[in-house]
């Protein structure tokens, strides 16, 4: 890989790996495997990544953390509404899953959401202080949903003897429990999460 630079090198390696974490046990990721595909020394992987725990977090840290930071998921939405927002999210949640679906190895046969779910569960074990990181994240999206449905009842879009925390926490547990539960078959039913939320919001809606 001679010419190409040191911060492309280590986004080729991250990338080359969160294939196989994706789709394989952390034990059983074979670093030989990523330096091979990418033509490397293993003093070049050494150089950037010194082991596979080191790897491991930097894939965790983009793809997961990076990635799903509100921030970084979703515009600026001050001025949008609950109906608006539920759309942008179901576009962006479609999205993700289409992103992601390019990295799964095809021989492994599974689906992207059982992937990921599969990836976020192995880094409970071997990434430092994870759970807590994770929480972080999931709480700042629950408090901008939450933020959303205080609009919404302002602006009299849904009712107001509703319960914006409550809400925010509700509607963040239907996305992962569709998860979940698609995870067992083919993957996530964009269609059916769209149905399930809009469900949700014909309860609430004035």
């Not at 394989?24 to 596979?52: A, F, Q, W």
């Not at 698609?182 to 769209?194: F, P, Q």
Request: hydrophobic content about 40%; aromatic content about 14%.
């Amino acid at each position: 890989m001679k010419g190409v630079k040191g911060s492309e090198t280590k986004r080729l390696i991250r990338e080359a790996a969160y294939k196989q974490f994706l789709t394989k046990d952390y034990n059983t990721v074979p670093l030989k495997e990523i330096e091979k595909s990418l033509n490397l020394s293993r003093g070049c992987m050494s150089y950037h990544y010194p082991s596979k725990q080191e790897l491991f977090i930097d894939v965790i840290d983009f793809y997961i953390f990076h990635k799903q930071d509100a921030k970084n998921k979703f515009k600026d939405i001050s001025h949008t509404s609950l109906l608006e927002f539920i759309d942008y999210y179901i576009k962006r949640v479609e999205e993700t899953m289409d992103a992601m679906k390019v990295y799964l190895i095809e021989k492994e046969k599974t689906n992207i959401t059982r992937a990921y779910l599969n990836l976020i569960l192995q880094a409970e074990y071997f990434y430092p202080g994870f759970n807590g990181a994770f929480n972080e994240i999931t709480n700042k999206e629950i408090k901008l949903w939450e933020r959303i449905f205080v609009r919404a009842v302002e602006t009299k879009e849904i009712r107001s003897d509703v319960n914006p925390s409550i809400l925010a926490l509700t509607f963040r547990i239907l996305l992962f429990g569709k998860c979940f539960q698609d995870a067992l078959v083919n993957g996530l039913r964009i269609e059916e999460l769209k149905a399930v939320l809009y469900n949700q919001y014909e309860l609430i809606k004035n």
